[in-house]
């Protein structure tokens, strides 16, 4: 089970910091992912990173790149979106994921909004 944390109302150029938490299973040997959706859009990928045997390289969309880090906790069982520089277009729902073999998991989704 994922569970998201974090979200909230912030002014356009602030920061806001989301955490996932996994109950029961670690994030270092596994792709995480951040999603979000948009109202009106389809769910679209925001960042992710690769499981510690490879690295946990962190990859994201374009459209966040410089502005968004993904970072895991190993120690902790978190993920984390730390959200830098947030735009209005940043306005989402946004979701956790984890791809343990196989299998997709997603947290419930935090709601972010970024007023202008």
């Known amino acids: 089970q994922l569970v998201e944390s974090g979200g909230g109302l912030v002014q356009a150029g602030g920061s806001l910091r989301l955490s996932c938490a996994a109950s029961g299973r670690s994030f270092s040997s596994v792709y995480v992912a951040w999603y979000r959706r948009i109202p009106g859009k389809e769910r679209e990928f925001v960042a992710a990173a690769t499981p510690i045997w490879l690295g946990q390289s962190p990859y994201y969309a374009d459209s966040v790149k410089g502005r968004f880090t993904i970072s895991v906790d190993n120690a902790k069982n978190m993920m984390y979106l730390q959200m830098n520089s947030l735009i209005p277009e940043d306005t989402a729902i946004y979701y956790c994921?984890?791809?343990?073999?196989?299998?997709?998991?997603w947290g419930q989704g935090t709601q972010v909004t970024v007023s202008s």
């Open positions: 994921h984890a791809d343990i073999n196989g299998v997709h998991y």
